[in-house]
């Protein structure tokens, strides 16, 4: 086997050692380059291709890189001023809302003074006018105070204050105070529907009490007896008015009471007409204040023409000339 078929045989390599003639004048010199040594110059080789690239690039394109990181910085430092600048007019737009806001709720409490002041004032008055009624009331036992609270009660508007979303806001004193100012207007409200419920219109166009109510001297018997109406002196024939708005519960002719009417009205409240010349009304007749139920008369046990007029609270007779009084004299009721 020569060389050449050994070489054939073996597998090629890419670093095959390699034999290399230097000529120098007429000497020449063989040297051997091996794999290893081939293979550490391929090496350097491609460092060197590498390193001349990098510096290629640094040299053509590191320019722009640093003048696009620049202006980066730039950028943002403008945008930092900005957000500063706004930073500030916040902080002073914040402290002229709190301002403001201080502002608004003195006013708020100022304002909320005088509509507690008025509503108080009004509530007195009011509360004022119906004294007469009150006195009516005590004379026959009863309570005004007793009849309003159940009044109140029953229209609802004596609960708590819930104040409405948002309120958290506002100052827990100033939420009490309109409270206390819902609870005032409730009050008058009940005082208002007492107004339209409690009998007090007038009977007749024209008042002339010929028999006051209470104890009196019977006309008949002469002996002391309770009278628990009115008698209002008018001739035969005279309209007579219902005095709130309410449903005829009986309209007869009633013994002693001669011809007479008996309305029902709210609260427990009932008005009777008595010794009428005429009914104009019959039972279960819805009546508004000033509908006539009947004509003035002399019949029952009755000594002239004359109308005996009653309320009742509950069965139980008041003095009505004072709620024809509470009219007259406030003519604000
Ligand atoms: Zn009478």
């Not at 390699?18 to 391929?42: N, P, W």
């Not at 009546?287 to 309320?311: A, F, K, M, P």
């Amino acid at each position: 086997m020569n060389i050449m078929q050994k070489n054939k045989m073996k597998p090629k390599r890419i670093f095959e050692p390699k034999e290399v003639l230097i000529k120098k004048g007429a000497v020449v010199r063989q040297m051997t380059l091996s794999s290893s040594v081939q293979f550490l110059m391929f090496i350097f080789f491609l460092f060197f291709l590498f390193w001349t690239a990098q510096t290629s690039c640094l040299y053509f394109f590191g320019n722009d890189l640093v003048r696009q990181r620049d202006y980066q910085i730039a950028e943002l430092s403008l945008q930092n001023e900005v957000l500063v600048r706004e930073l500030a007019t916040y902080r002073s737009r914040a402290k002229g809302a709190e301002a403001l806001a201080q502002s608004i709720q003195e006013t708020h409490k100022d304002i909320l003074n005088k509509v507690d002041e008025l509503v108080s004032d009004e509530l007195k008055n009011t509360k004022d006018s119906f004294s007469r009624v009150s006195k009516s009331l005590k004379q026959s036992g009863l309570s005004f105070d007793k009849l309003f609270q159940k009044v109140y009660q029953s229209q609802g508007v004596g609960g708590p204050f819930i104040p409405d979303e948002g309120n958290e806001m506002m100052d827990s004193v100033l939420t009490e105070q309109i409270g206390n100012i819902y609870q005032k207007l409730s009050k008058l409200e009940t005082f208002s529907y007492l107004k339209e419920q409690l009998p007090l219109g007038e009977p007749l166009d024209n008042i002339r009490v010929t028999a006051a109510f209470g104890r009196r001297q019977d006309p008949f018997t002469g002996k002391l007896a309770q009278h628990e109406g009115i008698d209002l002196g008018a001739p035969e024939g005279t309209p007579v008015y219902v005095t709130s708005a309410g449903r005829v519960k009986r309209a007869f002719t009633n013994g002693a009471y001669g011809k007479f009417v008996e309305v029902e009205h709210e609260m427990g409240i009932m008005t009777r007409y008595a010794h009428l010349s005429k009914i104009l009304v019959k039972k279960g007749d819805m009546l508004q204040i000033g509908d006539s139920v009947g004509l003035v008369g002399n019949t029952g046990r009755s000594t002239g023409d004359h109308l005996h007029y009653e309320i009742l609270i509950n069965k139980t007779p008041v003095n009505p000339y004072r709620f024809i009084q509470t009219k007259r004299e406030k003519n604000n009721v």
